[in-house]
């Protein structure tokens, strides 16, 4: 099992500040791909499930704590940026499970933890988006997530599993998705 | 330019109208003449055989291009290098918020020149749902047919596939695969997201719609490389070489519609996307098209002349959504299921008056409030057999058999669709029974408007017609008895 921190703390004060002062929107990012902080080294997802764990901003842990327990959380975004597939012909698809770091290839999408997937497009670079909001309620109204836990860690975390193809036994050893960030973002609720 | 708003009203009653009585006219932005607006239908229906025939002579012509005028930008090859080239995308859209517009128009221009080839103007291009439908429908396989994927442009694109699909007429998804990317389940999930950025693509970002069933399906019919494995054009930037390409889309298009037309789901605000349109095609004269379709004005598809046959039968987890009534959003509701049917009339009469609080949020409605829906939800509807069926739903009292859908009080109407299955497994009957929401906002507007609710209980009237002129057999009241009707108050929050 792997388990990979992704922080950058810097950025993310820069992202909360800004948030704060429009009101629009909040966001914990992992990640420099604004450039604001200095570069961040490209994380990895290879043939085993892989775990990130995504730093979120005070405000951010604030806001969701309070949506989810009005029962009013009806957006939070996850953000992957900047994609790029490695000897990936043989991949069906990927598999994403919030708080579940013990997620594998067994673990099924009825799971309260699954959030969604992605199958590859055919762009070199690849930006995708979720929205997590009924795992992370799910999860809220469950006791898998709670006020404390949030509070105390300030961070989620984000499973990948990938599925190779039934026609291919597995992934090739040199299979690999390199990304730039993983963010969740917290808009105005609709 | 039209509000959020207005757009659902428009939709919960136009719609309706419009695929009763298929005409325009009157719609606002309506499309060039004024012509009737097509129907959309499930490829393996019967009702779809006549657009099938059609779409089989008109890909026909534009193969024929090929050869005979092998500049002509409405040949089939250059139709597909719209899409993409021997490297990479061309014009369109992936990974970001134009995803669900552009293609909609490209597949619309398509559209356009089947009827020109196939001498057909009422040419509605049919969609298919692979939720229900789980292969390639057979009519897309088969020696000399027009629909199987039988170009290969690997004398001009090094490396381009040879023709055939990577999967055969009897290839299933998997129950796996439908659990994961493209079965009901999924979709209903996709399609409850009531955020456009996640669900059909931020700037950039690839949505939830195209990164999980578009994607998926792609991959699935284009076949998985190596091991000697076929792979077929689908899984190329050139995918349009292949005629169930443009089937595909069309079923992601139906899913924009009915995301469009779920409460509270709002496309993009921002007019970098609203006022976008995309030159990119070509009209039947050959010349460029495309630029009087802003991404904003196509949020109606009845500009561009057409509807899906499904637009207003909402998905039931949609119901079931509304069912658990645990959106504080819901600010207020009343119900009922104490019905009487008298003279071909089939009228609910609520409990009891509305609550106070209730009362006050419709009057607020009623009065014009933007950010308050009135929402009627009608449960337990049950399928009849005679599925050429209009049902019109109307607010308010003295409603007869006759009562023209003009009339104040006209909520909206629904229909039936569940077709018959040209096999690999799906399309199969369906009799049970369904819910349907319809904004009732406008309705309540019509009615007390310029006064206020009464204050007594309030009623709902149902009536059953034929769908078209021409039919004479159609369910009655009776038929699709429906258990409950339930009006709720939303807050949109605006």
């Known amino acids: 099992m792997r388990i990979i921190v992704i922080v950058f703390s810097g950025f993310v004060a820069l992202a909360c500040a800004a948030a704060s002062s429009t009101g629009d929107s909040a966001g914990a990012r992992a990640g420099g791909e604004r450039g604001e902080g200095g570069p961040v080294a490209a994380s990895v997802i290879t043939a085993a499930p892989a775990t990130f764990e995504v730093a979120l901003g005070g405000d951010v842990v604030r806001r969701l704590e309070l949506h989810l327990a009005h ?27 919030v708080e579940k770091p013990e997620a594998y290839a067994g673990t099924p999408v009825a799971d309260p933890h699954y959030a969604g997937n992605f199958v590859l497009g055919l762009e070199d670079s690849q930006t995708m988006l979720w929205n997590i909001a009924p795992t992370l309620s799910r999860l809220w109204h469950s006791g898998a997530l709670t006020a404390k836990g949030l509070a105390q860690r300030k961070a989620l975390r984000i499973t990948f599993v990938p599925d190779p193809a039934e026609s291919a036994a597995s992934l090739p050893k040199d299979f690999a998705l390199t990304f730039k960030s993983l963010t969740i973002e917290l808009p105005r609720q609709p | 330019m039209s509000t959020r708003r207005e757009f659902l009203i428009t939709a919960g009653t136009g719609l309706a109208v419009g695929f009763l009585y298929p005409r325009i006219s009157g719609a606002k932005g309506a499309h060039k003449g004024a012509a009737p607006l097509r129907i959309r239908k499930n490829v393996v229906t019967a009702a779809a055989q006549s657009d099938l025939d059609s779409l089989r002579k008109g890909v026909a012509e534009m193969k024929k291009l090929i050869q005979t005028r092998p500049n002509d930008p409405r040949g089939w090859v250059l139709q597909a290098f719209i899409h993409g080239d021997c490297t990479q995308f061309t014009f369109c859209q992936h990974g970001n918020w134009y995803f669900p517009p552009w293609h909609r128009s490209f597949i619309y221009y398509f559209e356009q020149l089947i009827q020109c080839f196939s001498d057909n103007k009422g040419f509605a291009l049919p969609y298919w749902d692979w939720s229900r439908t789980h292969s390639v429908p057979r009519s897309f396989y088969g020696s000399g047919n027009p629909l199987d994927d039988d170009i290969s442009i690997s004398g001009r694109c090094q490396g381009a596939p040879s023709p055939g699909r990577g999967v055969s007429e009897t290839t299933q998804l998997t129950q796996a695969d439908l659990d994961t990317y493209v079965g009901p389940g999924v979709i209903n999930s996709i399609q409850q997201n009531p955020d456009y950025t996640t669900y059909g693509g931020g700037n950039p970002g690839r ?136 003279a071909g009339v089939l009228s609910f009469v609520t409990e009891a008056a509305p609550p106070e609080q209730t009362r006050r949020f419709m009057n607020a409605a009623a009065g014009g409030a933007a950010s308050y829906v009135v929402r009627l939800r009608i449960d337990g509807v049950k399928t009849p057999k005679r599925q050429s069926t209009g049902v019109h739903v109307f607010l308010g009292p003295d409603v007869t058999a006759k009562t023209p859908i003009t009339a104040p009080g006209y909520v909206g109407s629904f229909t039936f669709f569940d077709g018959e299955g040209e096999g690999g497994g799906g399309g199969g009957h369906q009799h049970g029974a369904s819910s349907f929401l319809l904004n009732a906002t406008k309705a309540v507007q019509e009615l007390y408007g310029d006064t206020s609710l009464p204050e007594g209980a309030l009623s709902v009237s149902i009536v059953t017609r034929a769908l078209a002129a021409g039919v004479d057999a159609f369910a009655t009241v009776e038929d699709i008895h429906p258990d409950r009707i339930q009006l709720d108050v939303v807050n949109l929050g605006a």
């Open chain 2, 207 to 342: 949505g939830q719609l195209e990164g999980t069933p578009h994607n998926f399906i792609h991959r699935w019919v284009g076949g998985v490389a190596g091991g000697g494995r076929k792979v077929s054009n689908m899984v190329q930037t050139f995918s349009p070489l292949d005629p169930i390409f443009w089937l595909h889309h069309c079923n992601i298009d139906r899913l924009y519609s009915n995301w469009l037309a779920r409460p509270n789901h709002n496309p993009p605000p921002e007019s970098q996307w609203r006022d976008k349109s995309f030159n990119d095609f070509y009209d039947c004269n050959g010349n460029r098209a495309g630029a009087e379709f802003t991404c904003a004005r196509t949020l109606d598809s009845r500009v561009m002349g057409y509807v899906y046959d499904q637009t207003l039968a909402l998905p039931a987890a949609l119901a079931v959504r509304a069912k658990a009534a645990v959106s504080p959003k819901v600010v207020g509701s009343v119900a009922t299921s104490r019905a009487a049917v008298k």
């Open chain 1, 71 to 97: 029962g009013s959380l009806e957006v939070a975004r996850l953000i992957l940026r900047d994609l790029r597939p490695r000897a990936a012909q043989t991949l069906k698809g990927v598999r994403i499970f």
